[in-house]
């Protein structure tokens, strides 16, 4: 049984005095939630003070991104382990700007996602295909390449303990969704590519939808068999909207 999870990804937003703001709103909002999981990911310097407002709460937090290195001459990096000594549980590998915006490769992504995993911090793998590869026809081939890099570095066992999320890079941020037929093709591709290793991590994993989720199309889109949740960003930084997301999930 895969536990329905909801992930609010704040990017390059916030402030002291709005995390304190959204995150109290959360919690008071989240109280009747309880079979969704929830986890908030700010900026890496407001993650102490995330920690600090969740302390004893359900709600997770982790990182939007990890470096690829360990430690050493790689300024401007994050390593896997500060984010284990602020107690990270999960973290976002591969979302399409860190892809577009600089350059991550697939074989950089799955080196993020095999540091965060030794590290014991989960990552949330993002795949998802240009529109212009949608519309030639290669949506699947994109998604095939881009996890299959992580299989072949990380091997596929390592997927079961991660979690998946597919966001068609044309949904995000537009206000174009995918329709839930649309995202659950694509969610029912990357099970059927997982099961041709291992059919119990297919079934297990969890894969989040991404691109534009909002309180009006959220529990269509959770309602499709191989959607366990959403990845979610502009709405997650409306306290209000980001928790009907959570409870369309729950
Ligand atoms: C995202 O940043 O992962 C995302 C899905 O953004 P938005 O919800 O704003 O489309």
């Keep these: 049984m895969r536990q329905p999870f909801v992930a609010g990804n704040?990017?390059?937003?916030?402030?002291?005095?709005?995390?304190?703001?959204?995150?109290?709103?959360?919690?008071?909002?989240?109280?009747?939630?309880?079979?969704?999981?929830?986890a908030v990911f700010s900026p890496f310097l407001y993650i102490q003070q995330v920690a600090e407002l969740l302390e004893g709460s359900s709600i997770a937090y982790g990182s939007q991104n990890v470096s690829e290195y360990n430690a050493g001459a790689y300024t401007g990096e994050v390593s896997a382990a500060m984010l284990k000594e602020?107690?990270?549980?999960?973290?976002?590998?591969?979302?399409?700007?860190?892809?577009?915006?600089?350059?991550?490769?697939?074989?950089?992504?799955?080196?993020?996602?095999?540091?965060?995993?030794?590290?014991?911090?989960?990552?949330?793998?993002?795949?998802?295909e240009l529109l212009e590869e949608r519309e030639s026809?290669?949506?699947?081939?994109?998604?095939?390449?881009?996890?299959?890099?992580?299989?072949?570095?990380?091997?596929?066992?390592?997927?079961?303990?991660?979690?998946?999320?597919?966001?068609?890079?044309?949904?995000?941020?537009?206000?174009k969704t995918a329709t839930p037929q649309q995202a659950q093709e694509v969610h029912a591709f990357i099970r059927e590519r997982l099961s041709r290793s291992n059919d119990a991590v297919a079934t297990n994993v969890r894969i989040l939808y991404g691109g534009s989720v909002k309180p009006n199309n959220a529990t269509e889109l959770f309602a499709q068999t191989d959607i366990d949740g959403g990845l979610i960003g502009g709405a997650s930084l409306d306290a209000a909207d980001f928790l009907a997301i959570c409870q369309a999930a729950n």
């Design 86 to 128: 602020f107690s990270c549980k999960y973290a976002i590998v591969g979302h399409s700007e860190r892809r577009a915006i600089y350059g991550e490769s697939d074989q950089q992504v799955a080196q993020k996602f095999i540091m965060a995993q030794h590290l014991g911090i989960r990552p949330i793998l993002c795949v998802g």
């Design 137 to 175: 026809g290669n949506t699947e081939k994109v998604v095939a390449r881009q996890l299959d890099a992580v299989i072949s570095a990380a091997g596929i066992n390592a997927i079961e303990a991660a979690v998946i999320a597919y966001e068609p890079v044309w949904a995000i941020g537009t206000g």
């Design 10 to 38: 704040w990017k390059l937003n916030g402030s002291k005095q709005l995390i304190k703001n959204l995150l109290e709103a959360i919690l008071d909002g989240s109280k009747t939630i309880k079979n969704a999981e929830i």
